[in-house]
């Protein structure tokens, strides 16, 4: 399928705003609070007004935790101060909230649409077990060890040892290089928290071959953008950072039913519809911000994307080739591992803060040793390698 249709749409569109609240563990806060911080912290950033407005989408919201109110978007709205004309809340893990907001914004419904994620999950002992969906009862996976996402995602990098010859000392560099950058961010959960190989291979199993070190952490706390148009962005107060490329794809098949149970991440197909939007190459990429939910995700978008073929991610990654002042840098905030856990806007909101020169002792340049970015590639990846979205943004 040719998608040439979309090139009319190559930075056409930009994010023009971030909130960020306090992340980690923050005790005695509701998700709903974090949601309506995260939110006017956007607007706030953006130089917009609460009534500028028009679209409101959330990501995934889980079941509510500490007996508090469940934060749908009307809810969120209304805290906000807000009347959209459009409002939206996923039910499950499908990754189209920019494709969703480009598409609002070029119908005309909307002008500036605000997306959002939070939770109190962290706090509030949230697990990540019951959200997992499967055709099969969840007492029966019970039985046979499988709890979860953790599980799930395990099964797919079990089989990759298998397939392409990967396994700790791949996902080792992977964790170590973003520990590298978070020590770099006074933000991130694992700020002056160094971590050495020795640190990495002695940390505990959660699943095999997952150990403790390989998965995202659990974060209280919020994280919020803006999408609308370059002219519009143009009169704000922000640098402009506009949406270059942009791509989504859903296999949609279950882990368990999967023939490729490697995958399929669906990187390839919304990569391709991405790049040929953006019409650049992966030799156009100055750095990478990846859905890192485990070290093995990292590598099998990757790969997918096409930077190095199946069985040489072990090569790729060594030598701190994604770490601070490596070639080519990989979760410069720390990442779902190393920083905090807000979805997909973890990665996407690190490419906006880094394209507007905005981060401080972590900003890539020459005081970090690479290169100054003006195109970062995000991917974000939901379910369990079910659904897939990627981002290509550029500095104007």
């Not at 007996?67 to 969120?76: A, C, G, K, S, W």
């Not at 070290?295 to 601070?324: C, L, S």
Request: glycine share 10%; aromatic share 10%.
């Amino acid at each position: 399928m040719s998608y040439d249709n979309l090139k009319k749409l190559k930075d056409k569109y930009a994010i023009v705003g971030v909130g960020y609240t306090p992340q980690g563990k923050v005790s005695n806060r509701s998700a709903l609070s974090f949601y309506v911080e995260a939110g006017i912290n956007a607007i706030k950033d953006a130089g917009l007004k609460k009534e500028d407005i028009d679209g409101l989408i959330c990501y995934r919201q889980f079941g509510t935790l500490l007996n508090e109110p469940e934060p749908t978007p009307y809810l969120v709205a209304q805290m906000l101060g807000i009347q959209p004309t459009i409002l939206s809340q996923e039910s499950y893990c499908p990754r189209h909230h920019f494709v969703q907001a480009i598409s609002l914004l070029e119908a005309g419904f909307c002008n500036h649409v605000l997306i959002i994620y939070a939770d109190n999950g962290l706090s509030g002992g949230r697990t990540f077990i019951e959200e997992a969906t499967h055709p099969e009862p969840k007492n029966d996976n019970y039985l046979y060890g499988e709890f979860g996402f953790v599980g799930d995602y395990a099964l797919a990098a079990r089989r990759a040892m298998y397939e392409f010859n990967t396994g700790p000392d791949t996902w080792k560099e992977i964790a170590i290089s973003q520990r590298k950058w978070a020590m770099l961010n006074p933000t991130a959960t694992m700020y002056q928290k160094p971590l050495t190989p020795e640190d990495y291979l002695n940390s505990d199993y959660i699943v095999e071959p997952f150990r403790k070190l390989d998965a995202a952490l659990i974060s209280d706390g919020g994280r919020a953008c803006i999408v609308t148009s370059v002219e519009r962005a143009k009169d704000l107060k922000n640098p402009i950072v506009s949406i270059m490329g942009i791509g989504e794809a859903n296999p949609s098949i279950d882990i368990h039913q999967a023939t490729y149970i490697t995958g399929p991440t669906g990187a390839k197909k919304a990569s391709e519809m991405a790049f040929n939007m953006a019409n650049i190459t992966l030799n156009d990429i100055d750095a990478c911000e990846i859905y890192d939910c485990f070290t093995y995700t990292v590598e099998i978008t990757m790969q997918d994307y096409g930077f190095f073929k199946p069985g040489e991610g072990k090569d790729f990654f060594k030598n701190g080739y994604t770490a601070p002042g490596g070639k080519l840098p990989v979760n410069t905030s720390g990442g779902l591992l190393s920083e905090a856990y807000f979805m997909g806007l973890t990665p996407i909101t690190e490419a906006l803060m880094q394209l507007m020169g905005r981060c401080g002792q972590r900003q890539l340049g020459t005081a970090v040793g690479n290169k100054k970015p003006e195109i970062i590639l995000c991917s974000d990846n939901g379910s369990v390698l079910q659904t897939h979205a990627t981002i290509i943004l550029r500095r104007q």
